[in-house]
């Protein structure tokens, strides 16, 4: 019972229309206008929903989060069927095991954190593939007083050019539990559970945000997550 | 500014072949061309060297979709390999007329940030199709904190101490950086970009 877009609309078939002629972004820019034009098909394709999480498994490219008003109108129409939203951003976790890689992550992460202003949790995925090393690694960036913790052999990130902004980002990552990346290990239920754990706290306290009636909501607790910037490794 | 390409990835890559070939969708076709150009890549080095004293710039033309090379292996490889042997400074080139809302200014600018930690290279962010709109409400922004957060303040409310600790960042970020405002279309601003270029590899060299 998973409602396919490619049932809606497909890149390819918008790609070889003779008379809109796009390339490859086009394509998907239009396949995601379209979409946008026609939730009553999503509404029909959901069905009737309760007590259940859905996930939206969405493209990774930025510029459809930040450049197009699409997204944004998902999460509105979401709102008003009375589904509570939360966007969860994945990080494949060999992306970040460097200090620099670490930071970078968490900058897009915010970057796409205020674009859907949606509460959100950062995932660093295929915690499972990384070797020791590199857990412990990526164990330091999670401690607390990041900026200390940081190591860097090429002596960039302290330098002048990085220094002030490299603490004025570990500051914000201290201060803010929101920024912070989760572990995400498949084979690890504990890791599993834990991740669930903050969804849930964070779709209720997505509900203070905006419901001011949170017993009575309380039973027709349909949670919706969007699962976004899912980032494909080369094989 | 019409310049036609010295190597086209065209050339050595069929994006819909490669498609076909290994049965993906348009990302995994992008993803895959580019990690096929990125194994001969080492026959773009070679033209860049031979070709150092007749040109002075060489300018890297990077997929429309910025994730396809930025959080690759491959385009991680492609930048590594220029940035050891050659000058290498990272041209952000951003749509001035879709940045007018400051979230999305602000989530832009974010992003550039975080591009800027994965390469370590000197930074310009180029805003492009001034001939659309002038980029100068950007560079108050830029410069002026206050401007920013009050254009913030009237769009959002969405965790206000957080995103006003994000400017506090980014104001930092903007020290770093370099702005030029061009239109691609009209030809202007270039000069000042090649200034910035210019100072930009300074930055390099130190």
Not at chain 1, 108 to 126: G, H, V, Y
Not at chain 1, 210 to 231: G, T
Request: aromatic fraction near 12%; charge should be negative; hydrophobic fraction near 40%.
């Amino acid at each position: 019972l998973v409602p396919d877009i490619r049932e809606l609309i497909e890149v390819d078939d918008v790609m070889e229309d003779d008379s809109l002629r796009f390339g490859p972004n086009g394509g998907l820019v239009f396949c995601m206008e379209y979409f946008a034009n026609n939730f009553n098909w999503l509404e029909e394709s959901l069905g009737h929903v309760e007590d259940d999480y859905i996930l939206f498994d969405c493209p990774g490219q930025i510029e459809l989060y930040t450049h197009l008003p699409v997204m944004k109108q998902l999460v509105e129409q979401l709102q008003q069927w009375e589904f509570r939203v939360c966007g969860v951003f994945l990080v494949d976790s060999q992306f970040m095991v460097e200090s620099f890689k670490f930071i970078s992550g968490i900058l897009a992460a915010l970057s796409a954190m205020i674009s859907l202003e949606i509460p959100q949790i950062n995932i660093m995925t295929k915690m499972d593939l990384l070797s020791k090393k590199a857990k412990k690694e990526i164990e330091k960036y999670l401690d607390p007083d990041m900026y200390s913790m940081i190591e860097d052999s090429t002596n960039i990130l302290k330098s002048k050019m990085f220094k002030k902004l490299t603490k004025s980002i570990c500051g914000l990552i201290d201060d803010y539990g929101m920024v912070r990346f989760l572990p995400f290990d498949r084979s690890d239920e504990e890791s599993m559970n834990i991740v669930l754990q903050h969804i849930d706290f964070t779709i209720q306290y997505g509900e203070d945000l905006e419901f001011k009636e949170p017993k009575e909501y309380e039973e027709d607790k349909s949670a919706l997550v969007d699962e976004y910037f899912q980032d494909h490794v080369d094989e | 500014l019409p310049s036609p390409a010295n190597i086209d990835i065209r050339d050595t890559v069929k994006y819909k072949e490669v498609m076909k070939q290994y049965g993906l969708g348009p990302n995994g076709g992008i993803v895959t061309s580019l990690n096929l150009f990125a194994t001969r890549f080492d026959q773009v080095m070679k033209f860049i060297e031979k070709r150092q004293n007749a040109s002075k710039y060489v300018i890297i033309d990077t997929p429309g979709q910025i994730e396809v090379f930025t959080w690759s292996a491959s385009g991680t490889i492609i930048t590594e390999a220029l940035a050891s042997s050659f000058p290498s400074v990272v041209v952000y080139v951003m749509d001035t007329s879709r940045s007018t809302n400051p979230i999305t200014f602000m989530s832009n600018m974010l992003y550039a940030c975080s591009i800027l930690y994965k390469t370590k290279l000197p930074f310009i962010v180029v805003m492009n199709k001034t001939d659309i709109i002038d980029h100068s409400f950007a560079v108050e922004w830029m410069q002026d904190f206050e401007t920013f957060q009050d254009a913030l303040n009237q769009e959002t409310s969405y965790v206000s101490n957080l995103t006003r600790s994000m400017s506090l960042v980014l104001d930092e970020f903007y020290s770093s950086l370099k702005v030029v405002g061009v239109s691609a279309v009209l030809g202007t601003g270039l000069e000042d970009f090649f200034v910035q270029l210019s100072k930009a590899v300074d930055e390099y060299e130190r």
